[in-house]
């Protein structure tokens, strides 16, 4: 056999008779920090039903996010842990339509040793160390609402009390986390979704609690929308819905 056709046969014999393998079309993205691991298997579910996608997903504080977008970053997807900034790209004509992908509800985290004794939610005050999410991270602009209702139920002053402890505010939940587990801070308040077995929960009373929505949606200037919008369709369908669920998160009204 002449040597050319001999290299054509053995390339289509590896290549299953295929001419040329498909690129995988990448789909970037921008994820709040508390679904990191949430998201990651929802990346694993879409791309075993969509062989030819690769979902590139980036975490950070959504209000980080929200400024990349403004300012040109190329990506696809926007899923954000709040509203807000959220509502603040669809106004500006960067973000489409968004739905929701689920909720999260707040506690506060201490020390496996709990140091100061925060046994209780009206107990924060004890805690000398205090680390909250800065004021435009939506974990941190939660905790300052909690914080503001407190007075009427816990006692006049108590948010103020809490608020003059703060010796650090964290651009993410996962750094808020990460200072209560390394024992640099007494007690925190995060999403319930991010407590693991380095810290402990100190439940926050329901009437205080808020329900931090996380919105989904494609942005305008998507390179790749077909797909994009492929993905935000499994992240919000049943099957999205569920591993969501599994990993802690309110799927339902």
């Not at 056709?5 to 390339?11: D, E, F, K, S, Y």
């Not at 789909?27 to 694993?44: D, F, I, R």
């Not at 039903?49 to 926007?78: K, M, P, W, Y």
């Not at 985290?109 to 005050?125: C, E, K, N, Q, Y």
Request: proline share 5%; hydrophobic share 45%.
């Amino acid at each position: 056999m002449p040597l050319l056709p001999a290299v054509l046969t053995l390339l289509l014999a590896c290549s299953g008779g295929r001419h040329v393998r498909e690129e995988r079309v990448p789909v970037v993205v921008l994820a709040a920090s508390s679904l990191t691991e949430a998201m990651g298997a929802l990346e694993a579910g879409f791309e075993k039903e969509h062989a030819n996608v690769d979902v590139q997903v980036s975490f950070a504080g959504s209000q980080v996010l929200r400024r990349q977008i403004e300012q040109g970053v190329t990506a696809d997807v926007f899923a954000s842990a709040n509203e807000p900034h959220m509502e603040a790209l669809v106004q500006a004509g960067l973000a489409g339509k968004p739905q929701t992908l689920a909720s999260n509800e707040l506690v506060v985290i201490v020390p496996t040793d709990d140091p100061a004794g925060v046994t209780s939610f009206d107990r924060l005050d004890r805690a000398r160390r205090v680390v909250l999410g800065t004021e435009n991270v939506p974990v941190g602009a939660y905790a300052r609402q909690i914080l503001a209702g407190a007075d009427a139920t816990v006692g006049d002053g108590f948010g103020a009390r809490v608020l003059g402890n703060v010796v650090s505010e964290e651009s993410n939940v996962r750094l808020v986390r990460t200072k209560v587990a390394l024992g640099e801070a007494d007690a925190a308040i995060v999403y319930r979704t991010d407590v693991d077995a380095t810290v402990r929960v100190v439940p926050i009373p329901e009437a205080l609690n808020q329900r931090a929505r996380y919105p989904i949606a494609l942005l305008r200037a998507a390179p790749h929308a077909h797909q994009a919008e492929r993905f935000v369709e499994y992240a919000t369908s049943a099957e999205g819905r569920a591993i969501l669920g599994a990993h802690g998160f309110v799927t339902g009204p």
